[in-house]
């Protein structure tokens, strides 16, 4: 009870209220703090021998992971970072991977219409791992989370995101069969900020990038390169922003949306971002002193746990 006040609360100050509260006897703020980063201390603990586990060669990946609610069809892996404040460091990146199953359903996003022949998808059974470090830090994890949920015996899988090098290195790495897609909202956002740079006008502002895409959409992706490279983007503007048309060159093999929409992959990345708030930002993104690693690693641990639906079946297994 108090390990999970401690992770769903705003701060263990709340969290101590809240427990005392619900049982009718007192915890202070600091004893809630050492049992809730104590559990995720163990966790860490936990995720590290399963790690050993799934790369033990003595025995198959289903054998070494203990699976979780598998995904026995379709499956989702997207990975993203979001940011929060390490004391004496400053603000750091938290990478995140969401495995999920696709189900035939739903609409689309963006308000755009599917053909009668295209399925509509939607994502559910979202399961979580967070962690504070770099990209070769975050591979065995996305791979163990992977295995945990099934996706090296999944039929048919996808995986999306906005196209930084380092998810494309692992996913790659882990999951070679997996199709990687570019999130549409990501590459729509390139191209309105490409707007903004090259039509002040907003009406004309409004029908470049809507045609643009519309093409790619459409799967005109070359088209939408060219386009690109035609313009005279103004010296001024970020690097990002004016990176675009190689964006869009170096990425096109991964913008097909006409034909993964015909497959039945999601193409939007959104769930991700939403499990980055859910899990990061929620409970560890704030001003101030911020965290100290250790701490931060322990909680953003505890956290995925948590918001997996595994609390309990973690619970067990680390007491």
């Known amino acids: ?10 701060s263990f100050e709340l969290a101590a209220e809240s427990f005392e509260e619900a049982v009718g006897s007192s915890i202070s703020a600091d004893t809630l703090r050492r049992i809730t980063q104590g559990w995720g201390q163990a966790c860490l603990g936990q995720r590290q021998a399963d790690i050993e586990k799934a790369y033990d060669l003595s025995q198959s990946k289903q054998e070494a992971v203990e699976p979780v609610d598998p995904i026995m069809q379709q499956a989702n892996l997207a990975t993203d970072g979001g940011m929060m404040h390490i004391r004496g460091e400053g603000w750091k990146e938290v ?15 963006d308000g755009r219409r599917y053909a009668p022949w295209e399925p509509q998808m939607t994502l559910e059974r979202h399961s979580y791992q967070a962690f504070l470090g770099s990209a070769d830090e975050m591979e065995p994890i996305q791979y163990l989370e992977g295995c945990c949920r099934g996706l090296l015996s999944c039929r048919r899988k996808s995986g ?22 570019v999130d549409w909202f990501h590459a729509s956002e390139r191209l309105w900020e490409v707007g903004k740079a090259c039509f002040p006008d907003k009406v004309d502002r409004a029908e470049w990038v809507q045609t643009r895409q519309d ?19 103004p010296d001024q503007t970020r690097e990002d922003v004016a990176d675009t048309p190689g964006y869009f060159e170096r990425h096109q093999e991964r913008m097909r949306y006409h034909q993964y929409r015909v497959a039945g992959y999601p193409i939007g990345s959104g769930t991700v971002e939403s499990g980055v708030n859910i899990v990061v930002h929620h409970r560890l993104k704030r001003q101030g002193r911020g965290w100290q690693r250790d701490n931060a690693q322990a909680m953003l641990t505890a956290l995925s746990e948590l918001h997996s639906n595994r609390f309990d079946w973690a619970w067990q297994r680390t007491n």
């Open 1 to 10: 009870m108090a390990t999970r006040q401690g992770l769903q609360a705003r």
């Open 95 to 109: 990478k995140a991977v969401r495995p999920k199953r696709d189900n035939e359903k739903g609409a689309h996003p």
């Open 160 to 181: 999306v995101s906005d196209a930084a090098l380092w998810i494309e290195r692992i996913t790659a790495t882990n999951f070679p069969s997996l199709t990687q897609i």
């Open 215 to 233: 093409d790619l959409w459409a799967g005109r992706t070359d088209k939408v390169v060219a386009d690109l490279m035609a313009l005279s983007i």
